[in-house]
């Protein structure tokens, strides 16, 4: 009964994976065909759009500052040319020691 099932299982997972291995592609290439009409300018600042909105409707204007310092750390790391590793210990810092509710 046991290995029934267990057949059942990889054989159900065998056909889901493969269907969903043909859909992903078939959706890929008409998602890429729309993304070049628009070009990539126009999703980027859509994506933008979407994180600001869905970062204000969560977390109302404290979200919004802490989106816009993160975001500006992230863009300073990277000017500046200092490894990522040292921008998340400090950030991984600072978020212990809110949940600690030191902070």
């Known amino acids: 009964m046991t290995q029934t099932y267990l057949i ?9 994976g493969i269907i969903s291995y043909l859909l992903v592609i078939f959706i890929a290439k008409r998602v890429n065909k ?9 999703m980027y600042i859509a994506i933008l759009c979407l994180i600001v909105a869905l970062t204000f ?4 204007w404290k979200g919004l ?3 816009f310092l993160s975001t500006s750390l992230g863009y ?10 040292h ?5 991984n810092l ?3 020691l809110f949940f600690l509710r030191i902070l």
Do not use: H, N, P, S
């Open 8 to 16: 059942l299982f990889i054989g159900l997972a065998l056909v889901t």
């Open 34 to 42: 729309i993304i070049e009409t628009f070009g990539r300018w126009w």
């Open 57 to 60: 409707f969560f977390d109302t």
């Open 65 to 67: 500052i802490i989106l």
């Open 76 to 85: 300073l790391i990277m000017r500046k040319d200092i490894r990522k590793v």
């Open 87 to 91: 921008l998340l210990g400090c950030l």
């Open 94 to 96: 600072v978020t212990i």
